[in-house]
């Protein structure tokens, strides 16, 4: 069987900070691209609240919808112990085919603890970047938009969508695996 492909994301943090993910597409949907970033490099670890949402040498599964303002992490630690839900507001990822994206991120996140409790995280970082003019009024505006329409589903029981809740990191391991064999 052949690998899934591996997907290069191309990601801009305004102003300048630009970084490349390169991750495996284990669903090519025409409404979700999901991806798994394995063993990724964050040293040190990312902390949500305090605690460790990613380190190195975890996985995170990623849920990319076209068209939409934000895409979804299923985040880990290195033992496999999922942390929780992160949306990170960005731009609509142009999709191209031979598995080049590029986005732009717009600072604000959603966080959704593994007891189901959401939460607005870096909203200063927009701020601070609307005052710089590293992003404009209308971006701002936008990405607030996508936070408070996230607010508003995950209220409604319909955020996140089924998708995130059935690709678990198993699952998309088991993907992965499926193709090498």
Do not use: C
Not at 54 to 67: C, R
Not at 122 to 131: I, K, R, V, Y
Not at 155 to 162: A, F, V
């Amino acid at each position: 069987m052949t690998p899934p492909a591996l997907v290069h994301i191309h990601y801009l943090r305004p102003p300048d900070r630009k970084e490349v993910f390169h991750q495996r597409l284990v669903l090519d949907g025409p409404e979700v691209k999901v991806t798994l970033a394995q063993n990724v490099h964050f040293d040190p670890p990312i902390r949500i609240r305090g605690k460790v949402a990613l380190e190195a040498g975890s996985d995170a599964v990623w849920f990319t919808f076209p068209g939409l303002w934000h895409d979804i992490g299923r985040f880990h630690r290195a033992d496999g112990s999922f942390t929780g839900i992160y949306a990170n507001i960005l731009t609509p990822p142009l999709l191209g085919r031979d598995h080049t994206w590029h986005t732009t991120d717009l600072f604000l996140d959603v966080w959704i603890d593994p007891g189901g409790r959401l939460e607005i995280l870096d909203e200063d970082q927009l701020e601070e970047a609307l005052g710089r003019g590293w992003v404009s009024s209308e971006t701002a505006r936008r990405a607030w938009e996508e936070v408070r329409w996230i607010e508003s589903r995950f209220k409604e029981g319909k955020w996140p969508p089924p998708v995130v809740r059935e690709w678990t990191l198993t699952r998309a391991r088991a993907a992965l695996e499926s193709t090498r064999e």
